[in-house]
């Protein structure tokens, strides 16, 4: 088959792309932090501002989405973000590729770095607060050469000794992979990689997704070495087995309990205090699927914008003012189209069935 002619478009009306980030970055990146990075790129070159809520609007994507991938990138270090006190982006500085990775990068860096700041307006302050709780750490979809490229390393085969004496048996490639996330992505070193698989293990749990979701937890709340971990592993198991005696449970959690413990800890940022009231209701409404139930809860309260108690106290109120809301005539159709379904019981019956 021919080989295909590539010509260079000679219009100026362009946004130039640096090959060192085709070759290195564009790879591991999901379909969002593509579109953010290269779009960005678009305005800092027609000298724009941008916003949050435009670039969620432009690409369909939820705000969240736009500030996940452009933490990605500045995990990256291919870009710094600067933050309000409310902890909005409101202002991007963009690394210079070509001088990082120049012979001195330090006499050039700083005066080839780049900056485009976010325009602030209404739309960005419907971004649901704390910011700082999404998580930036997400496993890239590594190839086969990265595997093989990690897997060559020196220190590789202490690692996968270690992981294996734990597992009792070979790894998969999808669990080297794990094991390359915690090294790339998250910077644990060896010592920490072995009590992390240490610590789950001796729980029970031996699937590297679940390691994955224990790591990137430790990693968000700055854990760098084992005796730090031991610290907050102990804060955090006080924390699952008082989750669970709200539950009426007095087992060690399973793997999937655990899995939405650590997300309403983790990925919604609740605190003890409001996964505890879910907990209760919870228990006050069904004696079967609690975790699931209190799932609901806890995943309505995230996308009301749930923070503290006294948000969910203003949440009962407005759902109490709609209940009380009477049907606009006595005329029968309009009571018929117009009645008040109680949610909360026809899921409790759907979860007892």
């Not at 709340?221 to 669970?244: E, L």
């Not at 009962?316 to 209940?323: F, T, V």
Request: net charge negative; glycine share 4%; aromatic share 10%.
């Amino acid at each position: 088959m021919a080989k295909l002619k590539i010509y260079k478009n000679v219009d100026t009306n362009t946004t130039a792309i640096s090959n060192h980030f085709i070759d290195e970055y564009m790879e591991g990146a999901n379909e969002a932090q593509l579109k953010v990075y290269l779009y960005l790129l678009r305005m800092l070159g027609a000298s724009q501002a941008t916003s949050v809520s435009d670039l969620a609007d432009k690409f369909n994507h939820s705000e969240r989405d736009i500030i996940r991938a452009l933490k990605y990138w500045e995990k990256q270090k291919l870009l710094s973000l600067d933050y309000d006190a409310g902890g909005i982006p409101v202002g991007i500085r963009f690394k210079d590729l070509e001088a990082e990775n120049s012979p001195a990068p330090e006499e050039t860096s700083t005066s080839q770095s780049l900056s485009l700041f976010m325009e602030e307006d209404s739309g960005s302050q419907d971004v649901p607060a704390p910011v700082e709780k999404e998580s930036c750490f997400e496993r890239p979809s590594y190839t086969a050469e990265h595997l093989r490229e990690f897997k060559g390393r020196q220190e590789t085969a202490r690692l996968l000794f270690i992981a294996e004496s734990y597992i009792g048996r070979p790894l998969t490639p999808s669990e080297m992979k794990s094991i390359l996330f915690f090294t790339d992505v998250l910077h644990f070193s060896e010592d920490l990689i072995d009590y992390l698989i240490a610590y789950c293990v001796d729980r029970g749990k031996k699937d590297f997704k679940y390691m994955e979701k224990v790591a990137v937890s430790w990693a968000e709340h700055n854990v760098t070495t084992p005796g730090q971990a031991k610290k907050y592993a102990t804060k955090y198991d006080k924390n699952v087995y008082a989750i669970m005696n709200a539950l009426g449970k007095t087992n060690a959690p399973t793997a999937k309990e655990a899995e939405y413990i650590i997300r309403w800890t983790g990925e919604y940022g609740f605190d003890m205090d409001v996964i505890l009231e879910a907990c209760e209701r919870t228990v006050m409404a069904t004696d079967r699927h609690r975790l699931e139930y209190a799932e609901s809860i806890l995943n309505h309260w995230r996308q009301e914008n749930v923070h503290h108690k006294a948000d969910i106290h203003k949440i009962d109120e407005l759902y109490q003012r709609r209940k009380t809301v009477k049907p606009a005539s006595n005329n029968k159709f309009n009571q018929f189209s117009q009645n008040s379904y109680d949610f909360d019981a026809l899921e409790k019956e759907l979860l007892s069935n």
